[in-house]
């Protein structure tokens, strides 16, 4: 079993990597951004870099499972 960390992607990269930091002790092993839809702006790639945790994900609306996207079928430029 994995464990993925969601993270809004509403929350500036302040919280990001508070939030990242806060859950080292679960240890989990990915990142899922959450709220691309929603958000007016991208974090910046260095929150990714600085984790340094893959993100396997990210969400884009409100029909689950139809608005997941792998970041393999996406690009970074298309969702940064």
Do not use: C
């Not at 859950?23 to 092993?29: L, R």
């Not at 959450?34 to 007016?40: F, G, I, V």
């Not at 945790?53 to 990210?58: A, I, L, M, R, T």
Request: aromatic letters at 8%; a negative charge.
């Amino acid at each position: 079993m994995e464990t993925n960390l969601l993270i809004s992607m509403t929350a500036s990269p302040e919280n990001m990597l508070a939030t990242t930091s806060r859950f080292d002790k679960v240890g989990y092993e990915a990142i899922i951004f959450t709220k691309l839809d929603e958000a007016t702006l991208r974090p910046d790639l260095h929150v990714v870099d600085q984790v340094g945790k893959p993100v396997y994900y990210v969400t884009n609306g409100q029909n689950v499972p139809q608005d997941i996207e792998s970041l393999n079928r996406l690009s970074w430029p298309e969702w940064s």
